[in-house]
């Protein structure tokens, strides 16, 4: 019988249609209370001793514990918007530049090098854009916002 989460009446009658001439009595699990002891209610005594008495336990290997720092990538993606679309959108875009005119310089094969000119000017254009769109994404994983304008003058 497979195990599925099912309330026993449904359990019951599967197993009896599964198994036409045996009867199965199902019974839940009484509830098993915990025997710990209850805090009282109220107000409690309060009892002081001479001895410092330690309350938190130190690690086992005696170094302070830390928190670990999400990598880049996560703080990038954790409030996704819409700038942050546009910059993985000049990422790609200045990927596919990169790959498309450099296996064309380097093999001849998506555009038969037409025009070696042109294979450069493209590739440095996708280059930059790699390099503009990596300046954006750390600042905005930093938080930094650009100065404001009023007129012709920066804040």
Same mark, same amino acid.
């Given at each position: 019988?497979?195990?599925?989460?099912?309330?026993?009446?449904?359990?019951?009658?599967?197993?009896?249609?599964?198994?036409?001439?045996?009867?199965?009595?199902?019974?839940?699990?009484?509830?098993? %209370?915990?025997? $710990?002891?209850? =805090?009282?209610?109220?107000?409690?005594?309060? &009892?002081?001793?001479? #001895?410092? *008495?330690?309350?938190?336990?130190?690690?086992?290997?005696?170094?302070?514990?830390?928190?670990?720092?999400?990598?880049?990538?996560?703080?990038?993606? %954790?409030?996704? $918007?819409?700038? =942050?679309?546009?910059?993985?959108?000049?990422? &790609?875009?200045?990927? #596919?530049? *990169?790959?498309?005119?450099?296996?064309?310089?380097?093999?001849?094969?998506?555009?038969?090098?037409?025009?070696?000119?042109?294979?450069?000017?493209?590739?440095?254009?996708?280059?930059?854009?790699?390099?503009?769109?990596?300046?954006?994404?750390?600042?905005? #994983?930093?938080?930094?916002?650009?100065?404001?304008?009023?007129?012709?003058?920066?804040?």
């Amino acid at each position: 019988m497979p195990a599925t989460l099912e309330n026993p009446k449904t359990r019951r009658a599967t197993e009896q249609r599964q198994n036409p001439g045996h009867r199965v009595e199902v019974r839940p699990h009484p509830i098993k %209370r915990d025997s $710990t002891p209850r =805090k009282p209610i109220g107000r409690q005594a309060v &009892v002081r001793t001479s #001895v410092p *008495v330690a309350t938190a336990t130190a690690p086992t290997d005696g170094r302070p514990t830390r928190r670990k720092r999400r990598s880049q990538v996560s703080r990038f993606f %954790r409030p996704f $918007t819409l700038e =942050k679309s546009f910059t993985l959108m000049g990422f &790609v875009t200045g990927a #596919v530049l *990169v790959v498309l005119f450099a296996t064309d310089l380097i093999f001849a094969w998506p555009l038969m090098r037409a025009s070696t000119l042109f294979d450069v000017t493209f590739m440095l254009v996708g280059l930059l854009m790699l390099v503009s769109s990596f300046g954006v994404a750390k600042d905005q #994983v930093r938080g930094r916002r650009p100065p404001k304008r009023i007129g012709s003058k920066l804040l």
